[in-house]
Structures are given as C-alpha cells and as structure tokens.
C-alpha cells in the first residue's frame, strides 16, 4: 500500500519505518527542509533506539523516502497520516493550526479515494473539523474519509510498540476507510494476533486521551502516596508492589518519584481537561493531578536542601536530565526545571545523561557537564538522580563514594535499595521511603 506520513516527529518517522519494514511504499514529509535532508542521510533527529537502523532499511530498500512537499503527500498515498505537532496554549488548549493547515494542503492535492487519518493527538471532535476543512477545500468531487487512528508509543520502546502493539484503534463511520486500514495493518494484525478496535470518530480521539489521563492520574496517585508514606514512615515501594499485584490496579505507572514529564501526558492531560471544561463537563480530578505532579519538583528541591543545609555554594551533581531514559526528549522534563532551580539558589550543577546533554546545554547555561557519571560526582555535596538510566544502577558504589565530597544521594527515581546504600557508606533519601544512613561508628 502506499501510504503518506506528514511530519516527521517522534510518532511520524517511527510510523513512517515501521510501515516501511513491514513492507509498504511509504513518503515521509516535512516542511523542515532540514530536517528532510538528515532522514535522507539515514540519520535520525532525535534519540529513539532501534529507529535509526528500521530507517536505514527502509531507505536502502527504496520503500522509504522523504520530501518537504506536503501536496505530493495527498497524491502520493492510499492512506495519509497527520502527525503534526498540537502544541499547548498558554490556557492548556491544544494548538490545531497545524492540523487545520494540513488539512487544507492535503484537500487541494487529493487524488482519488483516499483515506485522512489522524495519528496526532488531537481532542474529541476534532475529526470533524478536519472533514469541514477538506469538504470546503477540495474538488466537489473528491473522494476521502477521515479516521483517527491514535498512536500508543512510548518513548524509548516506540519502535517496539509500533510492530507490537497492545491494540489498534481506528474511529471511523466509513467502511471502506475501515478496510483499508485494516489491510495496513494486516501484516501485524496476522502476526500478533493484537485487538483491532473499531469505534465512531469521536469514541477513538476520546480513548487517546483518557488513556493518557488515567497513566497521568496512577502516577500522580502513587506521588501523593509517597508523601504520606514520608509522615509515616511506611515505604511506597512496598505499597505500590502490593497495589499491583491486584488485577484492577496492576503495576505500571506506579513507581513514585519526581513526576510525570515528556511531550505527552502534561500536554495531553492539560488539553483534556481543557476539552472538558470547553463542554461543561469539567475535570477537577485532573486539575489535582497536574498540581501534585508540579509539586513533586520542589519536593525533589527540599530533599536536597535537607541534604546541603544551604544550597548557596555547594556543588550538585546531576544524573540524567531527559524526562525518562532511552529518550533524549526534554520537554517538560523535571531534570531541567529543578537544575534551573539549583542554580538559581546558588548551586554549582554538573550534570550528566547519555543521550540529552547536547539538547541540554542551551537550556541550562548556568550548569556545567561531565563527560561521565562518576566525573559529574567528583566532589559533589549531594548526588541527585533524575532519571533512571540503567546504566547508573551498574555504578561502582565504593568509586562513587569516594568520589564525592559528602557521600550524599537524593534519588528522585528510587533506583536503589535504601538498607544497601546505607551499608555502601550513603546516607539515601529517596520519594516515599525513610532516608537511610550509615550506622553511627563506635
């Protein structure tokens, strides 16, 4: 099948190889001339394992190529995906601009039947809005349907859930649209044998965002946990663990740390609740889950605080700065928020992550950057770990603790065990669980 991506983010390049590999004629497009010119290298813009090799395949086989011309989309594919980019306004709504742009681009260049198919994240009743835009842009005699077809990819893992998804949905009214995707995605559907969910418009762009709302809801949950576990003494590892193991609960997103960031959950919860208060219903549930989620970061600040006494003068190390590992993704990632923080109080910040640390630098100009996780820890007053890369749960204790000024660790993602970091010479604060320390010496 020939199929059209437009944008080549994180959910269109990943789409836009994957369809390729499973062995479809694909044409990426992006108005970012530059960007275009690095996929054509084979080179990806962004860190996603996995991606940069299912690219390269797909290009050396000439079933993939990209192009600025967003019309030769239209003409080009039996099935066009939008996956622009739905920012957020300053009063939590999505940014459709984009959406509604290419909608108009790709209805003027419309050739044949062709099936419209939203993949970026997009609020309810926004399908119809982009069939309103085509409707009165295209040729009276064009033929298309437009479906939502949201994606489920997390960062990291996004070419693994790609070609092994847990469901597809597809919101459509039209059967023909429906066939179609089907026969896109036949070669998973026989492979995997994975749940494809036929709904209305409407029901399929709800599902993206309530999914997205309730993962943002467990985790802010278990921070709010976290807390009382602190006055208590209780330890929310355990109470998470015992939590998951009740099949109406279940053990993701449970793990309590500094919050939730990234592209995806604060846009999408913001935008949610936006929708809802748009038709009346309102959301205050997810309005508390925004709060507790920024509260986790000055939080975080405290735990340091407690750990320094003053902050002014005393070097922080810094261990990972996207917003979850596997990623160099920063947006709305806490690492850079509470960096910024630190060194407004005055704090030397050496920072490191694999990946992040070129995207980090024009962000965070008062900080200073480690060529390795144990450099970043030479003579700190306090590590703190900001993102559970795993490579840092591997780190020689007795180096790192020789290494630093005072064997102090503030862990945000509660990557150790406390009894055993207390016994490798640590006093360890972690979220949700006493701070252990070493036994007093004689």
Known sequence: ???????????????????????HEVLGVDDDAEKVATIARGETPFHEPGLQELLREGLDAGRLRVSPDVPEAARFGEVVFICVGT?????????????????????????????????????????????????????????????????????????????????????????????????????????????????DLATAELIKHASNAFLATKVSFINAIADICERTGADVHEVA????????????????????????????????????????????????????????????????RSAVWNLEGKRIAMWGLAFKPDTDDL?????????RRLSEEGADVVAYDPVAMPASKPLLFAATFAPTALEAAQGADCLAICTEWEEFRGVDLER???????????????????????????????????????????
């Not at 991506?5 to 062995?23: D, E, F, K, M, R």
């Not at 009743?125 to 309103?132: M, Q, S």
């Open 87 to 199: 920012p957020t306004k300053p009063t939590g709504e999505a940014n459709l601009v984009q959406v509604e742009r290419v909608s108009t681009v790709i209805a003027r260049a419309l050739e044949g039947y062709t099936v419209i198919a939203e993949k970026s994240t997009v609020p309810v009743e926004t399908g119809v809005w982009v069939r309103r835009t085509i409707e009165l842009t295209a040729a009276p005699d064009a033929e298309f349907d437009v479906a939502s077809n949201p994606e489920f990819l997390r960062e990291g893992r996004a070419v693994h859930d790609t070609l092994n998804p847990d469901r597809i949905v597809v919101g459509t009214s039209s059967a023909r649209a429906m066939e179609r995707l089907r026969e896109l995605y036949a070669p998973i559907l026989d492979r995997t044998g994975c749940p494809f969910v036929v709904t």
């Open 241 to 304: 663990r015992a939590m998951g193991l009740d099949p109406r609960i279940g053990p993701a997103f449970l793990g309590a740390g500094i919050g939730y960031g990234g592209a995806c959950l604060p846009k999408d919860v913001a935008a949610f609740r936006h929708k809802a208060d748009e038709l009346g219903v309102g959301f205050p549930l997810l309005e508390e889950v925004e709060r507790v989620n920024m509260a986790r970061r000055e939080r975080f600040i405290e735990k340091i």
């Open 1 to 23: 099948m020939r199929v059209s991506i437009v944008g080549t983010g994180h959910v269109g390049l990943v789409t836009a190889a994957s369809l390729a590999h499973l062995g």
């Open 400 to 442: 790192l603790r020789d290494a630093m000024a005072r064997p102090a660790i503030v862990d945000g993602r509660n990557m150790f065990d406390p009894p055993a970091m207390a016994d490798a010479g640590f006093t360890y604060a972690s979220m949700g669980r006493p701070t252990a320390a070493p036994a007093p010496g004689p």
């Open 331 to 339: 947006r709305n990632a806490p690492a850079i928020e509470i960096a």
